[in-house]
């Protein structure tokens, strides 16, 4: 019975942030931009995975560079099996921000934290872990905006 009422509240979530989709150009300028920081940390880290994981946009040799000693090290396999791993973990993050972006965001935050750990012990891409950086405050903005509107709600 607690996994129906789960799955009810997860697809009840789904639909309105769907509806705010649709109704986008009527709601104030506040929820407008929790709305496009939800569209924009549930596609692209869904798109990056994908890519990541295909090659289709980026060569799987650009993405190998971006991989550091240690964290090779850490995962199974060679740089490719890592960014496959990177790709995967990136694309469920992304979907679940898709689903709850309370908790998703704060998940794709830290995750976004730790690519950028990655990307400082890599010469030359430390200007891209800077990126991930900024990035992760913002996913961590919108978790706590999305955290707000959930409250306000109830």
Same mark, same amino acid.
């Given at each position: 019975?607690?996994?129906?009422?789960?799955? &009810?509240?997860?697809?009840?979530? @789904?639909?309105?942030?769907?509806?705010?989709?649709?109704?986008?150009?009527?709601? &104030?300028?506040?929820?407008? %931009?929790? #709305?496009?920081?939800?569209?924009?940390?549930?596609?692209?880290?869904?798109?990056? %995975?994908? &890519? @990541? @994981?295909?090659?289709?946009?980026?060569?799987?040799?650009? =993405?190998?560079?971006?991989?550091?000693?240690?964290?090779?090290?850490?995962?199974?396999?060679?740089?490719?099996?890592?960014?496959? =791993? #990177? %790709?995967?973990?990136?694309?469920?993050? %992304?979907?679940?921000?898709?689903? @709850?972006?309370?908790?998703?965001? &704060?998940?794709?935050?830290?995750?976004?934290?730790?690519?950028?750990?990655?990307?400082?012990?890599?010469?030359?891409?430390?200007?891209?872990?800077?990126?991930?950086?900024?990035?992760? #405050? +913002? +996913?961590?903005?919108?978790?706590?905006?999305?955290?707000?509107?959930?409250?306000?709600?109830?």
């Amino acid at each position: 019975m607690a996994s129906t009422h789960a799955w &009810d509240n997860l697809t009840h979530e @789904m639909r309105e942030e769907m509806h705010d989709l649709t109704h986008f150009a009527t709601a &104030d300028a506040a929820h407008q %931009g929790r #709305v496009a920081l939800w569209a924009t940390f549930t596609l692209l880290p869904i798109l990056w %995975g994908l &890519d @990541m @994981m295909t090659s289709l946009v980026t060569e799987t040799a650009t =993405w190998e560079a971006t991989i550091a000693t240690w964290t090779d090290n850490l995962l199974p396999g060679d740089a490719g099996d890592a960014v496959m =791993w #990177v %790709g995967a973990i990136t694309l469920v993050i %992304g979907l679940l921000v898709a689903a @709850m972006p309370q908790f998703g965001g &704060d998940a794709l935050g830290i995750w976004f934290t730790l690519l950028a750990v990655n990307l400082f012990s890599v010469d030359q891409m430390e200007f891209l872990g800077l990126g991930m950086l900024a990035l992760a #405050v +913002c +996913c961590f903005a919108m978790a706590r905006m999305m955290r707000g509107d959930h409250r306000r709600e109830a």
